[in-house]
């Protein structure tokens, strides 16, 4: 079965730098998102994108973040600056294929996440 | 964001069946309930989603209340890997992100 995955499995970066996380959505699919989970709380939605561009963002997507679709295959969150309270499990999903009619019939796939650690 | 009440915690014995409890009593008619799960140390992993029939897939059942106010998910025979958080998520129509409440931590006892 396809699934989403995502690069690296932990990352380590010192206050301030910028960190790029790096996701494969499932390869048919059109919409991908970033999710966060701070340790011990709840799954938290960051930003939707879809057709090249973001369909959605929270709160905590601030200037501070971006996400690109570099290539065909490709999905990445970039933090530019990174704070201490950045610290947290970073899910990459993906869901939707040019067929599938509503987003809200489809499932979305997640992968296993990039832990990252600011120093 | 569209909240869902669940129980915060419940246990099971192994290979009996188990059904989660969740709430949505103002969710409007056109709205889909989702169900995700996450395994330790792992990302939400997809079970089920339904709109008002009862939906059957092959790692559980869902099962829709018929004023849509609640639904039950039905893991037929707990195994000791199904020890996760369980989502219940309702999926506004027009809405393409998840919102993950705290969800039911399913302890499944040998």
């Known amino acids: 079965e396809p699934e989403v995955t995502q690069t690296p499995s932990h990352q380590v970066t010192q206050m301030g730098q910028e960190v790029i996380l790096r996701c494969v959505p499932i390869?048919?699919?059109?919409?991908f998102y970033w999710y966060r989970q701070i340790l011990g709380q709840k799954v938290e939605f960051l930003v939707s994108?879809?057709?090249?561009?973001?369909?959605?963002k929270s709160e905590i997507f601030d200037d501070q973040f971006s996400v690109e679709r570099p290539d065909g295959s490709n999905f990445t969150l970039k933090i530019r600056s990174t704070k201490l309270e950045d610290s947290a499990m970073y899910f990459c999903?993906?869901?939707?294929?040019?067929?599938?009619?509503?987003?809200?019939?489809?499932?979305?796939?997640f992968g296993d996440g990039t832990r990252l650690s600011i120093l | 964001d569209a909240k869902t009440t669940q129980p915060n915690s419940m246990e099971s014995n192994e290979e009996e069946p188990v059904h989660l409890p969740c709430n949505h009593s103002?969710?409007?008619?056109?709205?889909?309930i989702h169900w995700y799960r996450q395994l330790p140390s792992q990302g939400p992993e997809y079970v089920i989603h339904?709109?008002?029939s009862n939906v059957n897939n092959r790692m559980a059942s869902l099962a829709i209340a018929e004023d849509r106010k609640s639904s039950t998910l039905i893991l037929h025979r707990a195994t000791l890997r199904d020890a996760a958080v369980y989502y219940c998520?309702?999926?506004?129509?027009?809405?393409?992100?998840?919102?993950f409440g705290t969800g039911t931590r399913l302890t499944v006892i040998p």
């Open positions: 994108f879809y057709n090249n561009e973001i369909s959605e």
């Open positions: 998520i309702w999926m506004q129509t027009g809405a393409n992100n998840l919102f």
């Open positions: 999903a993906s869901s939707g294929t040019r067929d599938s009619g509503r987003l809200s019939n489809q499932p979305q796939h």
């Open positions: 103002t969710i409007s008619g056109t709205d889909y």
């Open positions: 390869s048919n699919h059109l919409y």
């Open positions: 339904g709109l008002t």
